[in-house]
């Protein structure tokens, strides 16, 4: 039925519609009164339905009373089963704990029946076994044992297990002493059946270990085979082609190794047989080392060495081992050489020694003087050769780690090499006559002999000091590699084989960084910082010696010309008038000694000249005022003069004469030594004017030294002292 509001919208809709759609107050008045009868109608339905109403409310209240009731009764009835359901649960889980102890108890039972049978089992299977080994059935053996094993799990908390593991595993030895024999046999025959059945045999009975054990006994007893041909005092020649033979067994031995047993790993083989390998070459290597011989050991230890290194080098890189094994496997053969690492020093002087004998036989003054001129010069080739192959030993050996034993050998070799040569250099100067002795060839004294002897002593330090330059940068590049930190891809066999040297040698390997840090220090950039410094020093030491010969060769005819000078009589003659110094005295002429002298002053210019040019010529060379024509005139001057004084101080007596004709003598020398463009020596003047006066006199030139006061004070008392008349001397006097 529709709402008031409905039915008034459908009279007025209707009524709209009726008058054609528009609005008149007759439409009005049509559309209240049936709006009225509307409303009555509504009202009387309205009534009747409150009527209804009334008249079955009190039976649903009824009916709801009856709900109330049902629901109350319904509860109760629900406690109770609920109560009841509880009491059926705690019978139930009381019937199931008495059902669980009677499982125990049951199995109790039945595992007690079991052990027991387990126990005599195990005593039928012992004495079975025993009776088994009498007849060596193997096979069945270790199917007993077998069954044995699962009895004893079963019977471990029983009393006497300890007894009956111990009659277990006397069982298995048993078993593994029958079939290891057996075993071994089939390894070495590469017997692929018998292999199978006695490794199925080892692992039923658990000790599958074994089986690896006995590969590697038969390895190691093919490795004692292979090298009961070794002589250690040959063991260089013979280990080459003895690691080839070991590196195709490995090879063989890794290629079949999965067929035969998968249980090895090739990792395994490769690391037992280098062990082994390592414990022969380690003997070896004392034995050579005790028994070298003649031949020196740093030689042979560098084959073996080299060799060594190689073979474990070449399985480095082999994909059977992981890199934390190809270190332990390289740190192990480099083990062996590491003790004489100490040793190298010693090891390389005796080597550098032996390389030397042959100079010094063919160095001796008694080949003449050309001959041992040039066998000096082969010497340096030869030291160079002999000096590069220290440098190359010390690399190889332990990449440099050595450093400070290779210097000290070497300036040890280098101090005998120059000793040898001063030695010589010494005779040569008594064949020269520079010391006293009588010119036996006169080759020795002339002065290209003696230049011949500075070139060698240069070129001698020049070479050295090359190869000091090398020997820093070759070492401080090989042990940079060692000292660096690993790089991302892993160091290289090579690098580790070397580090493994490095623990052991810290002095020398610091040794090293010192000098290098020395170099590069600027408060150190004006010293002769040097790897070999002390042979450095000690050819600077040689360079002197050989200039003094030098010096020595041009001073011979000086020294001639002087001998016995002090003694000549001429120099205690006094002039007839000597006793009135206002007659005249003529000027006296250059002795005839003092003439030589300056022909032989003049005479040195052209083959110094020479010798200056040879020199120059050297690749070595190097721009040095020193080495000049005008220095050894200067040189030659200078020792003249000094000689010529030192003879003048030895005089006993000068008369006015003598003096005369002594100043004449001075006069001359220092016109000769002006004329080759040499500055006059002040002391030489000096004398010259002092011996040009009358003796009574002293100088009264302003500005005198001490030892210029010295000097005229001498020849003053010469000339002042009382006559004493020497013996009659051969020498020259005019």
């Given at each position: ?175 593994e002493a029958m079939c290891s024999p057996h075993l071994l046999v089939a390894i070495q025959k590469n017997d692929a059946e018998a292999l199978a059945q006695y490794t ?93 011989g003649s031949t020196p050991v740093l030689d042979l230890l560098l084959e073996v060495l080299e060799a060594s290194k190689t073979f474990v080098i070449s399985f480095a ?288 210019i052209q083959p110094l000249e020479v010798q200056i040019s040879l020199n120059q010529q050297e690749d070595h060379v190097e721009d040095n005022v020193d080495d000049g ?106």
């Amino acid at each position: 039925m529709p709402s008031g509001r409905a039915a008034v919208n459908d009279l007025l809709t209707a009524s709209v519609e009726e008058a054609g759609g528009k609005i008149s107050e007759e439409l009005v008045a049509t559309l209240v009164s049936k709006a009225q009868v509307e409303g009555k109608r509504l009202a009387s339905k309205v009534a009747l339905y409150k009527t209804q109403l009334h008249e079955r409310l009190p039976e649903a209240l009824d009916e709801v009373e009856r709900a109330s009731m049902s629901a109350a009764t319904l509860q109760k009835r629900l406690d109770t089963l609920i109560a009841q359901l509880s009491m059926v649960d705690e019978r139930t889980e009381a019937s199931v704990a008495a059902l669980a102890r009677v499982d125990s108890v049951k199995l109790r039972i039945e595992r007690c029946a079991k052990l027991v049978t387990e126990i005599q089992t195990w005593k039928y299977r012992l004495k079975s076994v025993n009776l088994l080994f009498d007849s060596k059935e193997i096979d069945k053996i270790a199917e007993e044992i077998e069954e044995m094993q699962k009895s004893l799990v079963l019977l471990e908390k029983l009393p006497e297990f300890d007894s009956r593991q111990a009659e277990l595993n006397d069982l298995r030895s048993r078993l593994e002493a029958m079939c290891s024999p057996h075993l071994l046999v089939a390894i070495q025959k590469n017997d692929a059946e018998a292999l199978a059945q006695y490794t199925a045999i080892f692992t039923r009975i658990g000790v599958a270990d074994t089986i690896a054990q006995l590969y590697f006994s038969s390895l190691t007893d093919w490795l004692s085979e292979a090298s009961a041909s070794c002589n250690p005092a040959q063991l260089s020649e013979w280990l080459a082609s003895f690691l080839v033979t070991v590196s195709d067994k490995i090879t063989a031995e890794c290629n079949t190794l999965p067929e035969r047993f998968p249980s090895i790993s090739q990792s395994d083989l490769v690391l037992h047989v280098l062990k082994a390998l390592r414990r022969k070459l380690d003997q070896w290597v004392r034995t050579m080392c005790s028994t070298s011989g003649s031949t020196p050991v740093l030689d042979l230890l560098l084959e073996v060495l080299e060799a060594s290194k190689t073979f474990v080098i070449s399985f480095a890189e082999r994909p059977h081992l992981s890199p934390s094994e190809v270190n332990g496997v390289i740190n192990a053969i480099a083990s062996v050489f590491t003790p004489y690492a100490s040793r190298y020093g010693e090891l390389e002087k005796q080597k550098l020694s032996t390389q030397l004998a042959s100079c010094y036989e063919r160095i001796v003054c008694d080949a003449g003087c050309t001959a041992m001129l040039d066998a000096m010069d082969w010497s340096l080739s030869h030291l160079g050769d002999m000096c590069d192959g220290a440098l190359a030993r010390c690399v190889a050996f332990a990449s440099g780690a050595t450093a400070q034993s290779l210097a000290g050998a070497l300036d040890f070799a280098m101090s005998e090499y120059i000793q040898h040569i001063l030695s010589m250099l010494r005779r040569v100067r008594r064949l020269a006559g520079f010391d006293g002795s009588v010119v036996a060839e006169s080759d020795w004294s002339s002065i290209a002999t003696a230049f011949r002897f500075l070139r060698f002593a240069r070129r001698l330090r020049h070479q050295l000091r090359v190869f000091d330059v090398q020997c820093l940068t070759t070492l401080s590049q090989s042990l940079s590699r060692l000292l660096a930190t690993s790089s991302a891809e892993g160091d290289s066999p090579a690098t580790i084989f070397g580090r493994a040297f490095v623990p052991h040698q810290p002095a020398q390997i610091g040794y090293l960084s010192a000098v290098i840090d020395r170099i590069h220090d600027p408060s150190h950039a004006a010293t002769d910082t040097r790897f070999l410094d002390r042979s450095v020093h000690s050819c600077q030491s040689l360079e002197r010696a050989m200039r003094t010969l030098v010096y020595d060769s041009m001073q011979r005819e000086v020294h001639v010309q002087l001998h016995g000078l002090p003694t000549w009589d001429v120099w205690g003659k006094d002039d007839v008038s000597s006793t009135d110094d206002d007659l005249p005295v003529f000027s006296s002429q250059p002795s005839d000694y003092i003439t030589k002298i300056g022909e032989h002053l003049f005479g040195l210019i052209q083959p110094l000249e020479v010798q200056i040019s040879l020199n120059q010529q050297e690749d070595h060379v190097e721009d040095n005022v020193d080495d000049g024509l005008l220095a050894w005139l200067q040189r030659a001057s200078t020792g003249t003069a000094e000689d010529l004084l030192q003879s003048v101080q030895e005089i006993n007596f000068l008369g006015t004469a003598g003096a005369r004709q002594l100043s004449a003598d001075l006069e001359y020398i220092s016109n000769i030594i002006s004329a080759l463009g040499i500055a006059v020596p002040p002391s030489l003047s000096l004398v010259q004017q002092a011996l040009a006066g009358p003796p009574h006199r002293q100088s009264q030139t302003p500005g005198l030294s001490q030892s210029d006061r010295e000097l005229l004070g001498r020849i003053s008392a010469i000339r002042q002292r009382p006559a004493v008349q020497p013996e009659p001397s051969t020498g020259s006097s005019t």
